[in-house]
């Protein structure tokens, strides 16, 4: 190929793009975005707090068709610490805007996907309401809308208000392809909050669950996670920077809950940490006395006695019988009857003294065997050490 010269492959390739642009001809080139201002503002109407030069975001048009030059301005600030975007639309000089709720929101990607209007108590404020002597007339107004920092690129922030002229100011159109885009980017750091349990010579309960939350920039309502009984690190990763609070969900009566650290900062870049302890109250055993039964041949009375101040689930199981079950003895006493039926293979007892013999220790969630020796039916049961018993 000759210099200069561009061959049959040059020329195609010149003309695809010919083609390309001429169909892109008419349509808004994707817009660059601008500068976004962080801080907050307070939506009441009043516009003093806005700096109308470094807020400016976007230009307003009569229905978003730019050709027909602006009527009025989008000015944005974020604030990284609640999540949220505060929105101010200013109509030009000679431009009336209506106070139509209806016909004056902020929308997010699509015109149906409106995040606030003015039917938004609390979030949204008309700007110059009768300025000119018309209480139906407005020269805009302020907004705000929860808006997720680090995320992906919002391709369209539409933000529209009913004129006088019957022809609404918007942003954009619909349909336009990134004419107002926004990504606030905020700041974010990790927080570790370090699980430990003391149970106390209590038998560890693998159902046991612990929950920890956490309360802050990144959860103004709160964000918990669940722990098992062996306690661990809890993590909460690229979280807005600030102070989080660490409490932990009521665990029982039993159990004695420290928290240090709390408040926790955190710092951008950084790891944050905190510590919750539980300790378990001191565990005694349950101890087993006999009581009197009134038929013995048929029924025969025990009482299982927890000193400790929070109940305990214990399990039994009566040796020569089918008979077997599980109950939970309160603080104070806790009696249980335990039935034998005629027909099975048992020693004969006599009616025992209310009271008589000592008591026996238990172990909480074990399986406990009661029998009285053959031929010893007046004498008391004997001590056992905690464990695992044959006793009836």
Request: with cysteine; aromatic share 6%; glycine share 12%.
């Amino acid at each position: 190929m000759r210099p200069g010269h561009l061959g049959r492959a040059g020329i195609a390739l010149l003309l695809g793009l010919a083609f390309l642009l001429g169909g892109l001809a008419g349509q808004p080139a994707l817009a660059q975005m601008p500068q976004l201002t962080y801080g907050s503002a307070t939506v009441d109407g009043q516009i003093g707090e806005w700096n109308l030069s470094t807020d400016r975001y976007a230009a307003m048009y009569p229905n978003g068709d730019a050709s027909q030059g602006t009527t009025g301005d989008l000015y944005l600030r974020y604030n990284c610490a609640n999540q949220t975007m505060y929105a101010l639309v200013l109509l030009a000089e000679g431009v009336t805007g209506l106070a139509q709720p209806n016909d004056a929101w902020v929308a997010l990607e699509t015109v149906g996907n409106v995040v606030v209007d003015g039917n938004t108590a609390g979030n949204f404020a008309w700007v110059g309401v009768g300025f000119d002597g018309n209480s139906g007339h407005v020269q805009g107004y302020e907004a705000a809308f929860p808006v997720t920092p680090n995320q992906q690129v919002i391709q369209h922030l539409i933000a529209q208000i009913q004129t006088l002229s019957g022809v609404p100011s918007s942003t954009e159109r619909n349909g336009d392809s990134g004419v107002v885009r926004i990504k606030p980017r905020c700041p974010v750091g990790n927080l570790q909050v370090t699980k430990t349990v003391d149970w106390n010579g209590f038998p560890p309960d693998a159902t046991q669950s612990f929950e920890i939350c956490i309360t802050g920039p990144a959860y103004p309502n709160g964000n918990c996670q669940s722990i098992g009984p062996d306690g661990g690190i809890l993590s909460w990763n690229n979280i807005a920077v600030g102070a989080y609070t660490i409490t932990e969900t009521d665990a029982g009566t039993a159990w004695t809950t420290v928290i240090s650290g709390s408040p926790a900062t955190v710092t951008a870049g950084a790891t944050a940490n905190a510590s919750v302890a539980n300790t378990h109250d001191a565990f005694s055993p349950l101890s087993l006395a006999e009581l009197c039964s009134d038929n013995p041949d048929i029924s025969r009375r025990w009482q299982v006695t927890n000193p400790n101040p929070y109940p305990v689930t214990f399990t039994y199981q009566l040796e020569g019988t089918t008979q077997s079950g599980s109950d939970t003895a309160a603080r104070q006493r806790h009696r249980r009857a335990l039935h034998q039926h005629r027909g099975l293979q048992h020693p004969r007892h006599r009616r025992q003294r209310r009271g008589a013999g000592p008591p026996h220790q238990l172990r909480p969630a074990l399986r406990t065997r009661i029998r009285q020796p053959p031929g010893d039916q007046d004498r008391g049961l004997e001590r056992l050490p905690p464990g695992r018993h044959p006793v009836l």
